[in-house]
């Protein structure tokens, strides 16, 4: 392709500042940036800049895309992004999650055994978010058509080579996808032999989803056709899709599997661009989506930080790693009870949540001769001078919010019993992230996900279905703000991230991965913020991910959730004296040798006017470049 420059992240480069090499090389450019975690959806993001579209057409190029893939996510999930506007110098953040459909009741899901919305099948599913979100994206801030940035993923729902990664999860989870006819059609396309999946490098072709896309760019088309304007278009193929026959046959596809979503439920739902949430660390300004995301526990673990020196501690120091694992676990203990969807009732406390003065009473409760294995959720309602409604509740569940803890230590034996496989597969499930940024200033980071495999399509449209129910809880001494209701979003794993710095952009970053997301960006940023690493560097270097915390994604029993206290994943390179450190403390320790991510990132260098993209080596996680 013409002017096409293609950075391969694939060779070495030595890392002075910690004791590893960097596996894939720093990636440069200065007209746009298209990282992602696809190779070949990197390129969908790079064909359209090179047509002279702008970050957003590039970034809704890489989403239809990755949707395309199946193993990270697919058409019917959900999309939250944040984007930087030069127009405005301003930071917007796009809510384009799903909701629980008509019947989704608390009632109903007991009523069939459950203690929380399954993980997989039709009962799993929130309305699709994905196709609105692209559209509103595309419609608001974009340049190009819908048959622009639709162009690539439709050429791969023709037919492309499939990866390894997407063709061996299909025929590892065979027997699940089986169950739905819709599914086996497509996914499993050698039905009766010994591999009924796609082999690696097949053609994968899938028609049914060829359709749907082609019927949505037709609606866009024949509007044109009759004098619309650009967004009128669009909005043409965004009714097709939510109130027309796409949607129809979605319904009828999800009705006939035992699925609960109505055309009403689509008609309804709508993508919503609201006010991003954001904190100060040291002159960076840092912006989460609200807290329908786990995003405001990065917020509130730098406001935690923020109390000590970090880099006097060292990076990776047995005291670092207590102390960070230690504003991390005051964090999502929070995000663990108060959390949920803001435009349902009750209202969450984010005023306190994400006060500067609460930060310093959690920071006050860190311990540094052990690991606090009882630290349950604060009160932060005095910081916005109210009153918890909810400490009888917190008090019935053992807590006590004025000391931040439980009144009994739970033994690491008595805690979440999954085998290690399977807990980390739901730790680190689906997903994949997108950034992208061009030479007139827009910059978007996008977490997009739901409908992975063994994912369950809805009829003969091509779609999966999202998985996002299963982050519901249907006990409120859980959490009150996330109780499962019909039109209400679930509180999601999902967190992209832009930090600003003298009014500018200064970093992009996103990561794939449930709640291990915003555990992996913290310590990426404090790595790029507090030890001075470059981007490449800080998305490789070593992490570190607590499983002290409820798990968002898992089976329908409470023991799949459970927290594991004092549990800490760490990586393999990890010196002997920081592990016998930690052990004193009463850590229980694992050990894996990738623990970055995978993180994609941009970081702006307004020195040389100039982008530097950092790609971590956990994955097949990709960027291009002019």
């Given amino acids: 392709m013409k002017n096409l420059c293609l950075f391969l992240l694939l060779s070495l480069s030595f890392s002075p500042l910690f004791a590893q090499q960097t596996q894939k090389p720093m990636l440069y450019g200065n007209n746009w940036m298209a990282i992602t975690g696809k190779p070949m959806a990197a390129t969908a993001g790079a064909i359209v800049f090179q047509q002279g579209g702008n970050a957003v057409d590039a970034a809704c190029a890489m989403l239809a ?8 996510l697919s058409w019917g999930g959900e999309t939250q992004a944040l984007i930087y506007n030069p127009k405005t110098k301003k930071v917007m953040a796009i809510n384009a999650m799903g909701i629980a459909p008509t019947g989704a009741t608390v009632a109903f899901f007991k009523a069939k055994g459950y203690n929380f919305p399954p993980e997989y099948g039709p009962l799993a599913a929130t309305t699709p978010g994905t196709p609105g979100g692209l559209i509103y994206m595309l419609s608001k801030y974009g340049s190009m058509s819908l048959k622009q940035v639709l162009a690539p993923a439709m050429h791969m729902a023709a037919g492309y080579a499939i990866e390894a990664q997407a063709a061996n999860s299909m025929e590892r989870d065979k027997e699940l996808i089986k169950t739905w006819p819709y599914s086996k059609k497509v996914l499993l396309p050698h039905l009766g032999q010994k591999r009924e999946a796609p082999e690696a490098g097949e053609v994968f072709i899938q028609k049914d989803l060829l359709s749907t896309l082609s019927k949505m760019v037709e609606a866009e088309q024949a509007a044109l056709k009759k004098g619309r304007s650009r967004q009128e278009a669009l909005m043409a193929a965004y009714d097709r899709f939510y109130k027309g026959d796409i949607g129809q046959e979605f319904v009828r596809g999800s009705k006939e599997q035992g699925g609960l979503i109505t055309m009403d439920d689509l008609a309804k739902w709508k993508p919503v661009e609201e006010e991003a949430l954001s904190t100060d660390y040291k002159g960076i300004k840092v912006y989460k989506l609200k807290q329908w995301t786990q995003g405001p526990v990065l917020l509130q673990a730098l406001n935690i930080l923020e109390n000590f020196d970090l880099k006097a501690m060292g990076y990776n120091s047995s005291k670092y790693i207590h102390t960070v694992y230690q504003a991390m676990n005051l964090s999502f203990a929070d995000r663990d009870f108060y959390y949920g969807d803001p435009n349902q009732y009750p209202a969450e406390p984010m005023e306190g949540l994400l006060s500067k003065d609460y930060a310093k009473q959690r920071a006050s409760l860190i311990r540094f001769d052990k690991n606090s294995a009882n630290i349950g959720p604060g009160d932060p309602y005095p910081y916005e001078g109210k009153k918890n409604p909810y400490l009888k509740l917190l008090k019935s569940r053992g807590f006590n919010p004025d000391t931040g803890s439980r009144n009994f230590a739970p033994k690491h034996d008595l805690g979440n019993n999954t085998p290690k496989e399977i807990y980390e597969d739901r730790l680190w499930r689906g ?40 982050s519901f809880v249907l006990d409120s001494t859980l959490n ?76 329908s029993k409470t023991s799949d959730r459970e927290p594991k206290p004092g549990q800490i994943l760490l990586n393999a390179n990890t010196k002997e004296e920081v592990r016998d450190e930690l052990k004193k403390m009463g850590y229980v320790l694992s050990f894996s040798e990738r623990t970055s991510g995978p993180i994609n990132a941009i970081y702006f260098d307004w020195k040389h006017n100039s982008f530097q993209g950092g790609s971590s080596n956990h994955g097949e996680d990709y960027g291009i470049a002019w």
């Fill in 65 to 72: 895309a990755t949707c395309t893939m199946w193993d990270t």
């Fill in 431 to 470: 997903t994949t992230s997108i950034e992208a940024a061009d030479k007139a200033g827009w910059v978007v980071s996008v977490t997009p996900s739901g409908g992975w495999l063994p994912a369950c399509i809805a009829g003969n449209t091509g779609i999966g279905m999202s998985q996002r129910m299963q």
């Fill in 480 to 555: 009150p703000f996330n109780v499962v209701a019909p039109g209400k979003r679930p509180r999601v794993t999902l967190s992209p991230s832009l930090f600003l710095k003298d009014g500018k952009p200064f970093i992009s970053a996103a990561v794939q991965g449930g709640d291990t997301q915003d555990q992996n960006l913290l310590q990426f940023f404090l790595n790029m913020a507090e030890f001075n690493m470059n981007v490449q560097k800080a998305t490789e270097a070593p992490n570190f991910n607590t499983n002290q915390l409820w798990l968002s994604l898992g089976g």
